[in-house]
Structures are given as structure tokens and as C-alpha cells.
């Protein structure tokens, strides 16, 4: 009982929080989430790149490529988004069913326990 206890203090709210989902609900909303957060680091990380670049860019941005240069960051962009969301997916399964067989064996011990209390 002090097992179960300390599970559902702890680890138990987050597999909790995962059980209420179905599985694809919850890789896809953790996926959108990586995307977005993919989004956001990669703009983050590019800008940081135009501004320390910033004096040759400007030098250069007539001579140069622009719309070689929209593809080079549409690709990497594309690349990272999809790299991101992969490693998110599998981190995203194991994880649900990690939630799903502890909680398996938590609803398991808690009839055990209603059947002790019943006797």
C-alpha cells in the first residue's frame, strides 16, 4: 500500500496524465508540440546566425543567390523540423508505453488491495 502511495505521488501523476489519452492523441499532440518547439529553435538559432553574420550578409546580398539561399534554409529547416519530430516520436512511444504497463500494474495492485479490504 505504501508502494502503491508513493507511486501515485510521484511517477504516478505523470502516467496518469499520459493514461488519459489514446496513443496516436498522444503522440500527436506531443509531435505538434516538437514541431513547434523545432519552429521556434530553429528561428531562434538562424537568427542569431543573420546577426552574427550580419556585416558579410550585408555586403554580399546583392551578389548573392537569394533564392539558393531561401532553399538552403527551407531545407535545413525541413531537415531539423523532421529529425526533431522522429526523435520525438519514438521518445513519445516509449514513454506511453512505459505509462500504460505501470498503470496496468497500479489498477492491478489497486484490485488486489479492494479485494483484501473486501475479505
Same mark, same amino acid.
Given at each position: 500500500? $505504501? ?6 505521488? @510521484?511517477? #504516478?501523476?505523470? &502516467?496518469?496524465?499520459? #493514461? ?7 503522440? $500527436?499532440?506531443?509531435? +505538434? =508540440?516538437?514541431? %513547434? ?5 530553429? #528561428?531562434?538559432?538562424?537568427? !542569431?546566425?543573420? +546577426? ?7 555586403? &554580399?546580398?546583392? @551578389? ?7 532553399? @538552403? *534554409? %527551407?531545407?535545413?529547416?525541413? *531537415? $531539423? *523540423?523532421? !529529425?526533431?519530430? +522522429? ?9 506511453? $508505453?512505459?505509462?500504460?504497463? @505501470? ?6 495492485? +489497486? =484490485?488486489?488491495? #479492494?479485494? %483484501?479490504?473486501?475479505?
Amino acid at each position: 500500500m $505504501t508502494h502503491m502511495a508513493s507511486y501515485e505521488k @510521484n511517477e #504516478g501523476k505523470k &502516467n496518469m496524465a499520459v #493514461g488519459k489519452f489514446f496513443r496516436s492523441d498522444y503522440i $500527436t499532440i506531443q509531435m +505538434l =508540440k516538437a514541431i %513547434l518547439s523545432a519552429t521556434i529553435v530553429y #528561428g531562434a538559432c538562424f537568427a !542569431v546566425y543573420i +546577426l552574427y553574420q550580419f556585416e558579410d550578409f550585408m555586403e &554580399n546580398i546583392y @551578389n548573392m543567390d537569394l533564392i539558393g539561399f531561401a532553399k @538552403n *534554409v %527551407l531545407l535545413y529547416y525541413a *531537415v $531539423t *523540423v523532421i !529529425v526533431y519530430t +522522429l526523435i520525438s516520436y519514438v521518445v513519445c512511444s516509449v514513454r506511453y $508505453t512505459k505509462a500504460q504497463k @505501470n498503470l496496468k500494474s497500479y489498477y492491478q495492485s +489497486l =484490485k488486489k488491495l #479492494g479485494s %483484501l479490504y473486501e475479505e
